[in-house]
């Protein structure tokens, strides 16, 4: 029987999601500190593209400023808003730089630094009398800049520098690159004016002190990912991640759970279905010998892990039951290895349902 619709034409309020992620501000602040500290003499930025990694823009760039960050990097304009909410736009810089006349409007209008990229951008840029850029410049990572053989032309030299930057291709490995790239970005440096330098992302800060310069632009390990092992002492895991029980059952001996009924209960047992899967960011890989947890229990998942949802073995906190929370372990080495992804993509498509 079809129940009355209600007379009102407004939609209702969804109910909260059964999924949450929690970030932890303070661990946040902990790693950005931590960070600009590894950096030496260089002041630490914030990479915050991507709704800072996944995380969100609202509630990691007032704790990234308030622990003293004040450069904040993202890819976009259309990221720039999101993020001056927080923070003057001169401390904003967009590293996609400006490609056409409607971003030189909106770069104008902002106040935020597009970082140049191309002689046509650095036209374009000097042409639109945009003031003040940063410039970047490719030193083997062929994705955006400027190469060094065009820096003596006459666009770039008129460019109204403050920070002179590249990124490194292979920071997190032990690779003949980072020495080369290092090596390429000091023989730039004397060949443009600018107010400071910039080469080390997240893992770059942790080569050490000839890769600091003037400013480096951590992303990743802020957030609680760990590209090189050597920063594992430093930073603490950021992103936290629950998922409530929708259902609890009893299984009797040789019931099987979930699709290819690959567990089956060698004796009678009780277990909960849990509102994590792979449409989650949950990835499949991470099933078997996985676990969630309740305060200090471990509950082992059983069978495959499917679109949205779990089994799990709730021997061990035989009172949960429908709507209790349970903890997805999230710590970011050990969850990017079992789900056979990079941290990066992990931490960055964990899922829009988790932020609701
Ligand atoms: C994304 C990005 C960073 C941050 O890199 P992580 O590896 O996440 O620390 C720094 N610089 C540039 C140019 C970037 O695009």
Redesign the pocket.
Known sequence: MARPKTSSMKAPEPPPPTLRLKVDTRALAHNWRALDRLSGAARAGA?V?ANA?GLGVDVCVPALRDAGCASF?V?HWSEVEAVARHVPPAQIAV?HGVINEAEMDYASASGANP?INSIEQARAWSAYSGGVCDL?VDTGIN??GVSPDELDDPAIQALDVDTL?S?LAC??EDSPMNAQQLEMFRSCAGRVKHQGL?L??????ALGPDFHFDAT??????YG?V?RASLAEAIEQVAFVEAAILQTRALKAGDSVGYNAEFTAPAAMKVATVSLGYADGFLRSRGPGGFLSFEDKTLPILGKVSMDMIVVDITKALDLSAGDWLGVPFSLVDAAQQSLVSQ?ELLTTIGERLRG
Do not use: F, T
Request: glycine residues 10%.
């Open positions: 990479a593209k990694y990097y890819a590293l970082v970047m994705r955006l930057m990124h920071a997190d910039s080390a992302n997240s893992a770059g800060i632009r951590p992303g990743l390990a802020l990912g590209p990066y």
